[in-house]
């Protein structure tokens, strides 16, 4: 499925021009592909609809307590590096992968597939990328 403002036939250029050739020279052993996100998990509980004789009230904290995971999958032995948190996922969260990623020491070049988020598309990142010569590929915005 296509995101609503995805242009097809840009996102199938960048699938054949940018993704294709990373992951034929990962599955060949030449590079490490890894495909990059973040997901925020918000420790309250919900409830949708519950039978039950009587109402019961069950107390939750307030506010936005979250736990972040900020992962990279490698896209052909599916191992997850991973950089947790409860607070943000920011530019630091995104350099701390890249240190982590660099640590493995896997001896091929590294590429990773990121979306556009800002905290990952800002000069702090790239220019840490590139010190650890990580090569970021970000996807197409339309």
């Not at 032995?77 to 969260?93: G, K, R």
Request: hydrophobic share 50%; net charge neutral.
């Amino acid at each position: 499925m296509v995101p609503a403002k995805a242009d097809p036939q840009v996102q199938a250029d960048f699938l054949k021009n940018e993704m294709e050739p990373r992951l034929a020279e990962s599955k060949a052993g030449k590079r490490a592909v890894f495909i990059v996100d973040a997901a925020h998990f918000v420790l309250t509980p919900f409830l949708g609809f519950l039978w039950s004789v009587v109402c019961v009230f069950i107390q939750a904290p307030a506010g936005r307590q979250r736990f972040n995971v900020l992962g990279a999958l490698n896209a052909v032995t599916h191992e997850l590096i991973t950089v947790t948190n409860d607070a943000y996922i920011t530019a630091e969260s995104v350099c701390a992968l890249l240190d982590k990623l660099d640590k493995l020491k896997l001896g091929v070049p590294i590429s990773l597939f990121l979306d556009n988020a800002r905290y990952q598309r800002c000069a702090l990142v790239i220019q840490k990328a590139a010190s650890l010569g990580i090569e970021l590929c970000f996807l197409p915005l339309n």
